[in-house]
């Protein structure tokens, strides 16, 4: 597949935040365009501006100066409940902590988005993913009945399984011990490959983002590097 028309671009993005001891200025100028399909790693020290980023493409924070495009809309000028539709129907999102709903099964869990959307088939769905990632046997099984690993795994499916043409992934093994890490990273970009989805993965192992078609590295909220690691798939 060609990738040249991004699916979603930050265009000059600069966010200032507010705090006891004045403004802080957490984003500098930062452009940046992903093509479907694609996958780019964001590396940086903590505190460089990487989660920031993320949550501005997502639309969950404001930029203060410059724009986000994505399938053809300027999130900066949407609601809150435009956004919250745009994420709905266009972003999946993978946190290192998680983030499942603990009265929910993994079952509920992963079946949520299809469920929010009003797919029929949610459950099924979610239960074939599932047992593709191994947790057949821990359907019924909540949050603090799961390992770490395993939360992954389900937070993992959630996200991919409407096949967002976006996915964005914070730090998603920085939770995980080594042998969880290294499953988990396989069957993120198994499964992000089947989905088609272009991923936007922050993380501080170079390893990982080197996994990644292009890697870009944020420096006191600046890109500063941005480089093509491998031919696109």
Not at 8 to 34: F, H, P, Q, Y
Not at 51 to 75: F, M, Q
Not at 104 to 127: I, Q, V
Request: net charge negative; proline share 3%; charged share 25%.
């Amino acid at each position: 597949m060609q990738k040249t028309e991004a699916v979603i671009a930050a265009e000059n993005i600069d966010l200032t935040l507010k705090s006891r001891a004045g403004e802080i200025d957490i984003l500098k100028s930062v452009s940046l365009a992903i093509a479907l399909g694609e996958s780019v790693g964001v590396v940086g020290r903590s505190g460089s501006g990487k989660s920031s980023l993320l949550s501005v493409l997502a639309g969950l924070e404001r930029p203060t100066k410059g724009s986000v495009i994505a399938g053809g809309r300027n999130l900066t000028k949407m609601g809150e409940d435009a956004l919250a539709q745009f994420r709905l129907e266009m972003v999946g999102f993978i946190f290192q902590a998680f983030h499942l709903i603990p009265t929910m099964t993994a079952l509920e869990n992963a079946a949520l988005p299809l469920e929010l959307a009003g797919k029929n088939n949610a459950f099924e769905k979610a239960r074939a993913m599932l047992e593709k990632v191994g947790l057949g046997e821990r359907l019924d099984h909540y949050s603090d009945q799961l390992s770490g690993g395993e939360q992954q795994r389900v937070a993992i499916v959630r996200a991919l399984i409407a096949a967002p043409p976006i996915l964005l992934a914070d730090e998603p093994t920085g939770n995980l011990d080594s042998a969880a890490a290294g499953l988990i990273t396989e069957m993120l970009f198994d499964l992000r490959r089947e989905a088609g989805s272009a991923l936007v993965l922050v993380t501080h192992d170079h390893s990982l983002a080197s996994r990644c078609d292009r890697v870009v590295t944020m420096e006191d909220g600046r890109l500063i590097e941005n480089i093509a690691v491998k031919a696109a798939e």
